[in-house]
């Protein structure tokens, strides 16, 4: 052995531990992809035209009922997905006029639905993919967890399902781009591993001074996500939440998962040496008074 | 009743069979009680909407829960108040067993029991909230565990607790039998199942607080805050003991005639420590919730509506009743203590209420808002039934409040 792959072995020896030792709920969900990274999509708001093309596709692709598109009334109101829609688009009236922008699951780095799962129905895939299972109970606990309200469930069904966009996963397999992003006809949508459309996107942000806000939601909120936009204005007037945070949510049950072990030590020992201490005392008592 | 234990010896399978049958029959003189008659045709009623409920799925008529809203009462009210409730049984058995404080022992095998039907019952409830209720096992024997997800220490500590419980029990159940070796063996395991079983208690307790940390700014600030486990687990403490104190001054009325001398009168000083137990733990509570407002700096949130709402919870429903329980058990006023208890349980469920759909999206208009259906509250009502008449049926059979036959006397105290 080298003195080389030596340093490899040891290196991924303290990896393996380091990975062991990390948060709960974290460590499958951070590990990169064997093929390297996630994918995921950007999302141009500067360059949607609301054609709601991108419905359609989704809808088409994961046979659900097709949306009509010609009602443009729709844009009334502020849309979620549904369990039979799982991508929207909406407008917004901001300082820079009439913006369109799609929404649908952001597929977390590090997703709360995925941690909050007990059955892992809810699967961080390798690729980046947040993807759902037969195996789920229906609890509904992703559902309180997601922090943009995504999974949605279907109660009208004695056989219910949690329904949400999948990044089109099983398209991704047979190495085609998500239906949206292919049915795109202004590139709003464009499909790439995270870095890559990082990139792009602070590259259109420093190529068109004062085009673009210079944030890029998605790149930090809740731990950072598959899912990236970009801007003209700030995103509050997108109808996105500013108030998520950077921090993963899979954090913020951490404090409690890791009190677990010491309970589950502590507890016992300390109950038992209690127990056999006032044991030992009730005999000193009575035979002191024997 | 004493005659039985010296009647029955089961020697053999068929023994036990014809004892099985002759218990099942109804006991008791009257069976069209004013509490019969209400409960008995809600139950009825409560079966035909489970099923209605698995044909049809939980959307509406049956549940008014929705995308926005995914818990109602089924899991806040039956699960969430339910395991809270149920906490008096690892106060209590820690208490007598740990601490060795023989006083409270009178009070130990009701305690435990109404803790094990709780999560048989109430924790059950799971079973009608799951939408795919049929992979319920998953997380027990399926062959994907989300190890790291708070919910499957929840699903595991409900199950292990549930054994625990009835381990503790379990002496009961052989004296009932005539089991006398059985009943020997299984009174070794009583500290061991009681030290398993706070330990548990412990955990899930505080789990069920942890199931909310995620929705974050779901929750209003002023009940999120990343202490919530540690809040669910010291209310569950009083939470657990107002029980008792509830459950206690109804079967002393229902079941007064199982009753030995010695043990009503041991019933008020008993009433009166526990009033004590609840005032010290209410206190370090509410001590806690106004170090986290403190902390968090949210008190300009304190002159909103959901401020008042709070103030209500905090002051009206923790700090009153706690006063209520000093004072009580001060004086000896067992009305107040009594009083004071009716009043902490329902702090809890506005509490617990308030996580899973009232402080939880508190921003969502009133129309749009989870109101329970009259089905959701029927079915908690059946439940609720169900678990009565069980606890009912099994105390009249089992030496619960009654003594114990004389050949397990000796064997007690462990």
């Known amino acids: 052995m080298d003195r080389r792959s030596f340093l490899q072995m040891i290196g991924a020896t303290a990896a393996g531990v380091a990975g062991s030792l990390t948060a709960p709920g974290v460590s499958h969900a951070r590990s990169k992809a064997e093929s390297g990274e996630f994918y995921g999509i950007l999302v141009d708001t500067t360059r949607c035209i609301g054609c709601r093309n991108c419905e359609v596709a989704c809808a088409e692709v994961n046979g659900l009922p097709l949306p009509d598109i010609s ?41 709360a639905c995925v941690a909050a799962c007990l059955v892992k129905a809810m699967k961080k895939r390798k690729a ?20 943009f309200d995504i999974p949605k469930f279907e109660y009208n069904s004695a056989l219910p399902e949690i329904q949400k966009c999948t990044l089109c996963w099983e398209r991704f397999q047979e190495d085609k781009i998500p239906g949206c992003v292919e049915a795109c006809p202004t590139e709003a ?42 801007s003209s204005v700030p995103f509050d007037q997108l109808g996105f939440r500013t108030d998520i945070g950077n921090t993963a949510y899979s954090e913020y049950s951490k404090g409690f998962l890791y009190a677990v072990p010491f309970v589950f030590v502590l507890w016992p020992v300390i109950m038992l040496g209690m127990s056999r201490a006032i044991k030992g005392e009730e005999k000193e008592i009575s035979e002191g008074q024997a | 009743m004493e005659a039985k ?33 209400i409960s008995a045709p809600v139950i009825l009623l409560g079966i035909v909407l489970i099923i209605y409920r698995l044909i049809h799925g939980l959307g509406r008529p049956v549940t008014n829960l929705s995308q926005d809203f995914p818990w109602g009462i089924w ?25 060795k404080v023989e006083k409270y022992h009178t009070i130990v095998r009701a305690t435990v029991l109404n803790g094990l039907l ?11 909230d799951c939408g795919r209720w049929w992979n319920i096992t998953n997380p027990i024997i399926g062959n994907k565990f989300g190890v790291n997800a708070v919910l499957f220490l929840v699903a595991w500590h409900f199950l292990l607790y549930m054994l625990a419980e009835l381990i503790e029990f ?70 657990g003991l107002s029980m008792v104190i509830f459950e ?48 968090d700096r949210h008190w300009s949130q304190l002159d909103t509506p959901m401020g008042y709402w709070y103030l209500a919870e905090v002051v009206g429903l923790v700090l009153i009743p706690c006063f209520m329980f000093i004072q009580g058990s001060r004086h000896r006023d067992i009305f107040l203590i009594r009083a004071a208890a009716v009043l902490t349980m329902l702090g809890i469920i506005i509490n617990r209420l308030n996580y899973v759909f009232i402080a939880y999206k508190w921003y969502i208009p009133l129309n749009e808002r989870y109101i329970p259906t009259w089905i959701e509250i029927v079915v908690t009502l059946c439940i609720i039934f169900t678990e009565i008449w069980v606890f009912r049926w099994i105390v009249n059979r089992m030496p619960v409040f009654r003594k114990p036959p004389e050949w397990a006397a000796e064997g007690m105290e462990q």
């Open chain 1, 71 to 111: 009602d443009k009334s729709l844009f009334a109101s502020e849309r979620q997905t549904t369990e039979t829609q799982w991508t929207v688009v909406n407008r917004y009236e901001t300082e820079k006029g009439k913006i369109y922008v799609p929404k649908r699951c952001m597929h977390c780095n590090q997703a």
């Open chain 1, 128 to 147: 980046g993919h947040v993807t759902w299972d037969t195996n789920c109970l229906g609890c509904r606990l992703c559902m309180v967890s997601c922090p």
């Open chain 1, 189 to 230: 949508l464009i499909f790439g591993t995270r870095r890559q459309l990082l990139e792009e996107a602070r590259r259109r942000i420093y190529q068109n001074p004062g085009v673009y806000n210079s944030h890029i939601y998605g790149e930090q909120e809740a731990g950072g996500t598959s899912h990236l936009y970009l």
């Open chain 2, 5 to 37: 234990a010296e009647t029955k010896d089961i020697r053999n399978f068929k023994d036990f069979l014809q004892f099985i049958l002759k218990e099942l029959k109804p006991k008791g003189d009257r069976i069209l009680t004013p509490f019969n008659v």
């Open chain 2, 75 to 99: 899991i806040g009210f039956d699960v969430m108040v339910g395991v809270a409730f149920a906490g008096g049984a690892y106060v209590v058995t820690f208490i007598v067993y740990i601490l």
């Open chain 2, 118 to 128: 709780a999560y048989i019952f109430y924790a059950g409830a799971i079973l009608l």
């Open chain 2, 170 to 239: 379990s002496p009961a159940i052989a004296e009932w039998l005539g089991l006398r070796r059985a009943r020997k063996i299984l009174g070794t395991l009583t500290l061991g199942a009681v030290i398993f079983g706070i330990t548990l208690s412990t955990l899930h307790q505080s789990g069920l607080g942890a199931l909310m940390m995620m929705a974050k700014w779901k929750i209003h600030p002023l009940w999120y805050t990343e202490f919530i486990p540690i809040l669910f687990f010291v209310s569950s403490i009083f939470a």
């Open chain 2, 248 to 295: 206690g001054t109804i079967s002393h009325r229902v079941f007064s005639h199982q009753l030995d001398e010695e043990h009503s009168r041991s019933h008020d000083d008993i009433l009166v420590g526990l009033g004590k137990i609840c005032a010290v733990t209410m206190f370090a509570y509410f001590f806690l919730k106004v170090l986290i407002l403190i902390h």
